[in-house]
């Protein structure tokens, strides 16, 4: 059963992600030099990491629909839907 699905990245996408990334990145190692667990910039890391995945995911739900796999993918969905039902 195939189920695999190629997808071109999406500059804008990967935009999002990179900045989410970097930026909390950039609080993961000044927290990290305070040797302090309690540190709030390790929650505000985990925190952007988080929207920015949101972001992302947000990201690709909007532009699927416009991009050539979309379809495919669907289609796909749906035989594999319809499989156990015998159909």
């Known amino acids: ?3 695999q699905v ?3 990245p999406l500059p804008a996408r990967e935009a999002i992600w990179k900045e989410a990334n970097t930026k909390a990145t950039r609080l993961e190692h000044a927290a990290g030099k ?3 667990d309690e540190d709030p910039r390790w929650k505000q890391a985990e925190q952007v990491r988080e929207a920015g995945g949101a972001a992302f995911r ?3 739900v ?3 629909p416009g991009l050539p796999f979309f ?3 669907v289609k796909r969905a749906e035989e594999l839907e319809q499989a156990p039902r015998g159909k």
């Open 1 to 3: 059963m195939d189920l």
């Open 6 to 8: 190629s997808i071109k």
């Open 34 to 36: 305070t040797r302090d």
């Open 58 to 60: 947000a990201c690709v």
């Open 62 to 64: 909007k532009a699927a």
């Open 71 to 73: 379809q495919g993918a």
